[in-house]
């Protein structure tokens, strides 16, 4: 849910859908904004997920998310993990810092304007 809120209001692009690559899976999320508002579905949880900043809702957890963004970075607080986290946001690409963990999470996102799916081979011989 964070990666696919910072990848819309960062660079105001629709998210059709997300490779985890911890996970080394497809997640069914999809999230769009407008100005300040985010409005998301994680088909995994089947969890409508959205809001206004600073405050995210995440009816799935049913916990609110505080969210900041600077540029290409956001930041912010995630109530149901009691975990502060930052996403640096880059081409179609979230890097997600999870601060509670000590690690990070990369993230392929497919924006609807892309009209492909993720480019897995070009991924794998990184």
């Known amino acids: 849910m964070v990666a696919a809120a ?3 209001f960062i660079t105001g692009k629709k998210v059709a859908g ?8 497809d997640l069914r999320i999809a999230a769009e904004c407008r100005g ?14 959205g809001g ?14 505080s969210f900041e963004i600077n540029g290409t970075m956001a930041q912010g607080y995630d109530r149901s993990t009691s975990s502060a986290f930052t996403a640096h946001v ?4 979230v890097q997600l810092y ?5 690690t990070w999470f990369p993230f392929d996102i497919q ?3 892309a009209g492909y799916d993720f480019d897995r081979d070009a991924q794998a011989s990184r």
């Open 52 to 65: 206004t900043l600073p405050e995210l809702y995440d009816a799935g957890d049913k916990t609110f998310v």
């Open 90 to 93: 880059t081409d179609r690409v």
């Open 18 to 25: 997300i490779y985890d690559h911890s996970a080394g899976r």
């Open 98 to 102: 999870d601060h509670g963990q000590g």
């Open 6 to 8: 910072a990848y819309a």
């Open 111 to 113: 924006d609807v304007e």
């Open 36 to 49: 300040d508002q985010l409005q998301g579905f994680d088909g995994g949880r089947m969890a409508k997920f």
